[in-house]
């Protein structure tokens, strides 16, 4: 009888040590598992990353001047109080010649700057700069009841502009304008005439390209000599 005991104590033991690895295999098993998806979270989440650093390179890798020229703030008056919205218009630039503008709406100031931001970025115009400080010559623009005057200066001049102008020269990368605006202070109506007088810009080169004529031709036109007018033309860089 107490043989038999012993048998049966010994079957148990062999038992237990039987399972206690494959219990060990299966909590490593598990552990592997957990750390597996772990990985793979973390792997998911280096994926996303670099799906936003390839958004960020088909911008160019360029670096914009970005202006926050107006926020209007809103209120909808609803049954639980009064419902907040933003309204953001942004110029931006990338103080080389190119320039544009955008608005944008949200629920929060930070989300609305970046809708117009983006909307801006995709609405880059390029100006002729002479110089590459002022423009080639003055303008006029008119949206609305706005009415702007843009008129190049000689250097040191500064940029003669305020408000909502001043954010669009020096985004543009102006350094000698001197502007007027007259009939409006509303900033959308005055960043959008200042537009239509900046897409009105041309250079010598363009116009020389298009008459069929050399650059120096059009400049002896002024009353310059022939070898001023070929300094010049050599100096124009658009």
């Known amino acids: ?7 049966q104590t010994g079957a148990v033991a062999v038992e237990a040590e039987a399972a206690a690895p494959a219990e060990a295999e299966g909590r490593g098993r598990g552990r592997g598992r957990g750390r597996g998806g772990n990985d793979r979270d973390r792997g998911g989440r280096g994926r996303r990353d670099d799906r936003r650093g390839r958004g960020n390179e088909d911008d160019g890798g360029e670096e914009f001047v970005e202006k926050l020229v107006h926020i209007n703030r809103v209120s909808k008056t609803v049954k639980g109080g009064k419902r907040f919205g933003f309204a953001a218009l942004v110029v931006v630039g990338d103080g080389k010649g190119r320039a544009g503008f955008g608005h944008g709406k949200a629920r929060e100031v930070p989300e609305a700057i970046s809708k117009a931001t983006a909307a801006a970025k995709k609405a880059m115009i390029r100006v002729p700069l002479k110089e590459g400080r002022t423009l080639h010559h003055d303008g006029l623009g008119h949206f609305g009841a706005g009415k702007v ?15 909502p102008m001043r954010a669009v020269f020096e985004s543009l990368g102006v350094a000698d304008v001197v502007t007027k605006s007259n009939g409006t202070s509303n900033p959308y109506n005055m960043i959008r005439a200042t537009f239509a007088a900046l897409t009105e810009q041309t250079s010598p080169k363009s116009v020389a390209q298009r008459r069929g004529k050399k650059i120096a ?13 070929a300094a010049e033309a050599e100096a124009i860089a658009e």
Do not use: K
Not at 1 to 7: G, K, L, Q, S, V
Not at 151 to 160: H, S, V
């Open 1 to 7: 009888m107490a043989d038999e005991t012993e048998i």
């Open 149 to 163: 005057t843009v008129r190049t200066a000689p250097p040191g001049t500064g940029i003669i502009a305020g408000g």
């Open 217 to 229: 031709d059009l400049l002896r036109r002024g009353g310059a000599s022939a070898d001023v007018a």
